[in-house]
């Protein structure tokens, strides 16, 4: 097998050694659009908060550092993200402020109504269905809450090599848009970043308030 397609394979779900090794890369490639991410979701102190597809743990760590009275719980579907993730935010999850599950983005083993934000970082490509996703999204959140949904910008990505590879949805944003909307999602707008690489997009939406 080509080293491209073993790169494009473990970017679809990292695992092992060469998994730690790539999502230590990964997470240099997209720590900027985490941070922007961070930025634009307004975290309050007392915040809970989901993150979907955690990756090494980095972000975790910036969402923590805005809710440092708050939570944050990750989901993942990589062991491997899972090991790291739990190291790099150790004494976070011994304080119970950090909870980490293994789990799909479409099926959260998580209750209605518990989250005041959640967020997915670069993963939108990688998965086949994101709407399934956002109405995950959209059910574990609070009347209020907030999603946001970041990803690079396609026409730019399109040209990274391992894109070629098998299992990358290379989702048009107008498509990822509807999808976002059809979840349930109201006052939705979508914010552009140039200067990260492969340029990004985040789409911000927030779940009614109950009559």
């Given at each position: 097998?080509?080293?491209?397609?073993?790169?494009?394979?473990?970017?679809?779900?990292?695992?092992?050694?060469?998994?730690?090794?790539?999502?230590?890369?990964?997470t240099?490639?997209?720590?900027?659009?985490?941070?922007?991410?961070?930025k634009?979701?307004?975290?309050?102190?007392?915040?809970?908060?989901?993150?979907?597809g955690?990756?090494?743990?980095?972000?975790?760590?910036l969402?923590?550092?805005?809710?440092?009275?708050?939570?944050?719980?990750?989901?993942?579907?990589?062991?491997?993200?899972?090991?790291?993730?739990?190291?790099?935010?150790?004494?976070?999850?011994?304080?119970?402020?950090?909870?980490?599950?293994?789990?799909?983005?479409?099926?959260?083993?998580?209750?209605?109504?518990?989250?005041?934000?959640?967020?997915?970082?670069?993963?939108?490509?990688?998965?086949?269905?994101?709407?399934?996703?956002?109405?995950?999204?959209?059910?574990?959140?609070k009347?209020?809450?907030?999603?946001?949904?970041?990803f690079?910008v396609?026409?730019?990505?399109?040209?990274?090599?391992?894109?070629?590879?098998?299992?990358?949805?290379?989702?048009e944003?107008?498509?990822?848009?509807?999808?976002?909307r059809?979840?349930?999602?109201?006052?939705?707008?979508?914010?552009?970043n140039?200067?990260?690489?492969?340029?990004?997009?985040?789409m911000?939406?927030?779940?009614?308030?109950?009559?």
């Amino acid at each position: 097998m080509k080293l491209i397609n073993v790169i494009g394979k473990q970017m679809q779900y990292p695992r092992g050694l060469f998994g730690k090794i790539l999502f230590a890369w990964m997470t240099r490639m997209t720590i900027a659009h985490a941070r922007w991410t961070v930025k634009l979701m307004d975290i309050q102190p007392n915040d809970d908060i989901l993150e979907i597809g955690f990756g090494n743990g980095a972000n975790i760590k910036l969402l923590l550092q805005r809710a440092a009275r708050g939570s944050v719980t990750g989901v993942e579907i990589s062991d491997t993200a899972i090991e790291m993730a739990s190291k790099k935010n150790a004494r976070a999850i011994s304080e119970g402020k950090v909870k980490l599950h293994k789990a799909a983005g479409n099926a959260l083993p998580l209750e209605a109504g518990v989250f005041d934000k959640a967020c997915t970082v670069a993963t939108a490509y990688v998965i086949k269905d994101p709407g399934a996703v956002f109405k995950e999204m959209y059910r574990v959140l609070k009347s209020n809450g907030l999603a946001a949904v970041t990803f690079p910008v396609r026409a730019n990505f399109i040209k990274f090599k391992p894109v070629g590879t098998e299992g990358f949805y290379l989702h048009e944003l107008r498509d990822l848009e509807k999808a976002f909307r059809e979840a349930g999602f109201v006052n939705c707008r979508t914010e552009h970043n140039d200067e990260v690489r492969f340029g990004a997009h985040c789409m911000l939406g927030e779940k009614p308030a109950v009559n």
